[in-house]
């Protein structure tokens, strides 16, 4: 058995196995189908005593290469593509949640999650309990006997809050439920939840792991069983993510270590900046001292990540002040780019929620979410200056 690799090897060395043209980097399979030696083949294909493509909504060299390198760098032992990270989370969802069942979640999810878990798993009679980050305590007085998943994102967004994933992964341990969470804002070069005992792990690859704001994708990886169920709905409903998109994040993966390495390096600087800055209340990034959960970040992940929040000084107007000012960050909904991103979340992307559902996600009226790119950080920082001065 080879000795397992380092993280930038198997980024870049995990590949399909090569054609008769001995190719070097993988080629894209833009193909619907594939075909069959003959009848028994056909045969034994479809009853799966063969582990071979069929249809590319099942499965395809491309998506099967990006999965085993996200699988290798998670350490999990199965996963499945998706067409975007919400249908990642949806599908996880939807196959392993029977009508009735229940879910316990952190307060603070993407709002798409949160959509999903108000708005359509109700349809089905699935709900969902809500506990704040900072009242892990009580997350075991919300298990009933129905509860079939503990799910919490770690660093959240946009708050950039932090959970003890040691803690989430005994308690589902120990009441015998599932542990799934979204390690997007991590990814598995900085944090790795199985380790901390998830039992699956789902990405968001439009961000940090495509990485050029190119394409769209999702991943959910983690144990096998539940990975097949998954995967048997997802063949069913079709989910599935382009062969195309595929390649350009197996490709992306190959650079994801030294990208998000300099994300890091810029972030943290960025966040010191914005520490001393008199238009600034408060800053939050993992890696700062002043972080409420620094010690745990640490304890947790290899760096910090690329996202900054911080609160402007004089709530929404301020904040959309600053952005109206800036001359370079772009203005956008995505986040893990190679340009630095700011948003505003209580004009913008939380604008719909009460105010007091916004607070509970640690979501101030003058909060900003900064996802810091590549560009020189001495233009960011002068940049965001800038913008703050005007504001």
């Not at 520490?275 to 304890?299: R, T």
């Not at 929404?316 to 190679?338: H, M, P, Q, W, Y």
Request: proline share 3%; hydrophobic share 40%.
């Amino acid at each position: 058995m080879s000795k397992q690799k380092n993280f930038e090897t198997e980024a870049i060395r995990t590949q399909t196995e090569r054609s008769q043209f001995l190719e070097h980097s993988n080629p894209i399979y833009l193909t619907s189908s594939f075909v069959f030696e003959d009848a028994e083949d056909m045969r034994a294909s479809f009853a799966e005593e063969k582990e071979r493509n069929i249809y590319s909504r099942f499965t395809n060299p491309n998506n099967s290469e990006f999965v085993d390198k996200i699988c290798k760098m998670e350490g999990a032992e199965q996963g499945v593509a998706f067409a975007t990270g919400m249908s990642a989370v949806f599908s996880t969802f939807a196959a392993l949640l029977n009508a009735g069942d229940h879910i316990v979640s952190a307060r603070s999810v993407f709002g798409s999650t949160h959509g999903l878990f108000t708005k359509f798993l109700p349809k089905w009679n699935i709900t969902t309990s809500y506990f704040k980050i900072d009242e892990l305590d009580k997350i075991e007085s919300l298990i009933t006997k129905n509860t079939k998943i503990l799910y919490a994102e770690s660093p959240t967004n946009p708050a950039v809050d932090i959970l003890d994933l040691e803690l989430l992964g005994s308690i589902a341990k120990e009441h015998n439920i599932l542990l799934v969470i979204d390690n997007c804002f991590a990814t598995p070069y900085l944090q790795n939840p199985i380790k901390f005992g998830a039992d699956l792990v789902i990405h968001s690859a439009t961000k940090l792991i495509d990485g050029q704001g190119r394409v769209m994708g999702g991943v959910t990886v983690g144990r096998a069983d539940l990975i097949r169920e998954i995967y048997l709905f997802a063949r069913n409903t079709g989910p599935a993510l382009s062969p195309f998109n595929a390649w350009v994040l197996s490709k992306s993966l190959e650079t994801l270590a030294v990208r998000v390495d300099k994300h890091c390096e810029n972030a943290l600087k960025i966040a010191e900046f914005l520490e001393s800055h008199g238009q600034v209340n408060i800053v939050k990034y993992p890696f700062l001292k002043s972080h409420p959960q620094y010690v745990l970040a640490k304890k947790q992940m290899k760096a910090g990540g690329n996202i900054v929040a911080f609160e402007v000084k004089g709530g929404v107007e301020a904040g959309k002040k600053f952005l109206n000012a800036l001359a370079i960050c772009s203005l956008s909904a995505n986040l893990g780019d190679t340009r630095t991103i700011v948003t505003h979340p209580a004009s913008t992307t939380h604008g719909k929620l009460s105010k007091e559902d916004r607070l509970e996600t640690g979501i101030t009226d003058g909060l900003v979410r900064v996802s810091v790119g590549l560009e020189n950080v001495n233009d960011i920082i002068q940049d965001l200056d800038q913008a703050l001065k005007s504001s």
